[in-house]
């Protein structure tokens, strides 16, 4: 029974195998039970199969990323220890256990997972993911429901997802020493960094302390210099007179702060647009901190979201609107971030920043938050189409947070029973696939 990658990746993602054995590889005879908390978030583009992964051992969470193979011997076949997008790699997952695997930083051995399947759970897998269109269980049932039913259900969904955001930031918080201002440097960063190099923007923004850019607000070439070093990117020759002298710049303030940038090679850039090339978003964020050097308090005090999208849209500065790296032009201008980008920062990162600010001043803003979602634009991606294909409205950001939150815990887990909508359906007989 012979499975491919892609396969085997859906399997792991959508939780159909029969059973996980995890193990060290330098202890074959002892396998331990392991629970994956989150199987990640599938990589399109070079390095591990998944991003952002958790998996609880005893009493400890791991989180990082996970790689794929059918035989352990394919780490290195894929010469995968010799790649350092494979270095937070925090689990090996395989069907067959014939090679210790290493780790290629600390040589130790990289923890292992051997994923039992069965002959149903692959025939049921392929149908699956041959059969996209039928994702929900429910399907051609959901206009039947009655509109009270579907509007609470949405607002407990929504108001669930802020709150889970909020309480991340709790965490990133505390990580910080409860600075307030570190807190929205690095929720910036890791939006701007995207899925792909969300992690490598965060390990950027954690370097670069708000006290030293504080000091340099007035100066964007500065600003710019100190976050593209320390992403590791003033590191090659000069391709042209502005990168020479933003790598002076830089040498002079790494010097002087004695900071130590991030390996470039924690960056990834296959595949990625222009618009969002981490060298872009980078002079972005310098642009954001030269235009509003107290964007903490500027943020706190917004009363419409109007402002804050035109505040988050702001442009890069004139040599990163016609470059993404440099001495590579772009075939046409790239000025402000786009209305759909700036709409879904607005959601995912100052709505729950300002559920959290509320909490810490033990004030209560969820309507407020609720009213702002509604103003914005939803998102639009393949989890919102399938249920509007279902007949389900989606005209703001409030219902469109509430589906993402639905389908994230319940649809794509098959919790029906344990959703508002399954349930009524499974009560009025009129749903018999659930």
């Given at each position: 029974?012979?499975?491919?990658?892609?396969?085997?990746?859906?399997?792991?993602?959508?939780?159909?195998?029969?059973?996980?054995?995890?193990?060290?590889?330098?202890?074959?005879?002892?396998?331990?039970?392991?629970?994956?908390?989150?199987?990640?978030?599938?990589?399109?583009?070079?390095?591990?199969?998944?991003?952002?992964?958790?998996?609880?051992?005893?009493?400890?969470?791991?989180?990082?990323?996970?790689?794929?193979?059918?035989?352990?011997?394919?780490?290195?076949?894929?010469?995968?220890?010799?790649?350092?997008?494979?270095?937070?790699?925090?689990?090996?997952?395989?069907?067959?256990n014939d090679k210790p695997v290493y780790s290629r930083v600390n040589g130790l051995p990289i923890f292992s997972c051997i994923m039992t399947l069965s002959e149903n759970q692959v025939k049921q897998a392929t149908s699956l993911q041959e059969e996209k269109s039928s994702r929900l269980r429910c399907a051609?049932?959901?206009?039947?429901?009655?509109?009270?039913?579907?509007?609470?259900?949405?607002?407990?969904?929504?108001?669930?997802?802020?709150?889970?955001?909020?309480?991340?930031?709790?965490?990133?918080?505390?990580?910080?020493?409860?600075?307030?201002?570190?807190?929205?440097?690095?929720?910036?960063?890791?939006?701007?960094?995207?899925?792909?190099?969300?992690?490598?923007?965060?390990?950027?923004?954690?370097?670069?302390?708000?006290?030293?850019?504080?000091?340099?607000?007035?100066?964007?070439?500065?600003?710019?210099?100190?976050?593209?070093?320390?992403?590791?990117?003033?590191?090659?020759?000069?391709?042209?007179?502005?990168?020479?002298?933003?790598?002076?710049?830089?040498?002079?303030?790494?010097?002087?702060?004695?900071?130590?940038?991030?390996?470039?090679?924690?960056?990834?850039?296959?595949?990625?647009?222009?618009?969002?090339?981490?060298?872009?978003?980078?002079?972005?964020?310098?642009?954001?901190?030269?235009?509003?050097?107290?964007?903490?308090?500027?943020?706190?005090?917004?009363?419409?979201?109007?402002?804050?999208?035109?505040?988050?849209?702001?442009?890069?500065?004139?040599?990163?609107?016609?470059?993404?790296?440099?001495?590579?032009?772009?075939?046409?201008?790239?000025?402000?971030?786009?209305?759909?980008?700036?709409?879904?920062?607005?959601?995912?990162?100052?709505?729950?920043?300002?559920?959290?600010?509320?909490?810490?001043?033990?004030?209560?803003?969820?309507?407020?938050?609720?009213?702002?979602?509604?103003?914005?634009?939803?998102?639009?991606?393949?989890?919102?189409?399938?249920?509007?294909?279902?007949?389900?409205?989606?005209?703001?950001?409030?219902?469109?947070?509430?589906?993402?939150?639905?389908?994230?815990?319940?649809?794509?887990?098959?919790?029906?029973?344990?959703?508002?909508?399954?349930?009524?359906?499974?009560?009025?007989?009129?749903?018999?696939?659930?």
């Amino acid at each position: 029974m012979k499975q491919n990658e892609h396969l085997l990746q859906f399997i792991w993602h959508q939780r159909l195998y029969q059973s996980l054995s995890f193990f060290n590889t330098e202890e074959y005879e002892r396998p331990h039970p392991i629970e994956v908390l989150n199987p990640g978030t599938p990589n399109p583009n070079a390095g591990p199969d998944f991003f952002n992964a958790k998996i609880r051992i005893g009493a400890i969470v791991w989180a990082g990323n996970v790689e794929i193979h059918r035989y352990a011997s394919e780490w290195y076949k894929h010469r995968h220890h010799e790649d350092p997008l494979y270095d937070n790699t925090i689990l090996h997952v395989i069907l067959e256990n014939d090679k210790p695997v290493y780790s290629r930083v600390n040589g130790l051995p990289i923890f292992s997972c051997i994923m039992t399947l069965s002959e149903n759970q692959v025939k049921q897998a392929t149908s699956l993911q041959e059969e996209k269109s039928s994702r929900l269980r429910c399907a051609g049932q959901l206009q039947l429901l009655p509109l009270a039913v579907e509007k609470d259900w949405k607002e407990y969904l929504f108001h669930e997802r802020m709150h889970q955001k909020a309480e991340r930031i709790e965490q990133i918080y505390a990580s910080t020493g409860e600075d307030i201002s570190e807190t929205l440097h690095i929720l910036i960063m890791r939006y701007w960094g995207t899925k792909v190099n969300n992690d490598a923007f965060e390990a950027i923004a954690r370097s670069l302390p708000m006290r030293i850019l504080r000091k340099h607000t007035n100066r964007l070439d500065q600003l710019e210099a100190l976050y593209l070093g320390q992403a590791g990117l003033l590191e090659e020759s000069p391709a042209d007179e502005y990168n020479a002298h933003l790598q002076e710049e830089y040498s002079f303030l790494r010097a002087k702060y004695q900071l130590t940038p991030i390996s470039a090679h924690r960056l990834r850039l296959l595949r990625l647009r222009p618009s969002v090339f981490p060298h872009r978003r980078l002079a972005q964020m310098a642009n954001l901190r030269h235009r509003y050097p107290l964007l903490e308090s500027v943020f706190s005090e917004l009363k419409e979201s109007k402002r804050a999208l035109e505040i988050l849209s702001i442009p890069p500065s004139e040599y990163w609107q016609k470059h993404y790296r440099f001495g590579e032009k772009t075939s046409r201008s790239i000025g402000k971030t786009s209305r759909s980008s700036s709409d879904i920062m607005l959601i995912n990162v100052l709505l729950p920043y300002r559920l959290f600010l509320a909490k810490q001043q033990t004030l209560s803003c969820y309507t407020d938050v609720k009213r702002w979602a509604e103003q914005i634009r939803p998102e639009e991606n393949n989890i919102t189409k399938l249920f509007t294909t279902e007949g389900i409205d989606i005209a703001n950001a409030f219902e469109g947070q509430a589906i993402i939150e639905l389908w994230e815990k319940y649809c794509s887990l098959q919790k029906c029973s344990s959703c508002a909508w399954g349930k009524h359906l499974i009560a009025s007989n009129t749903c018999t696939s659930i």
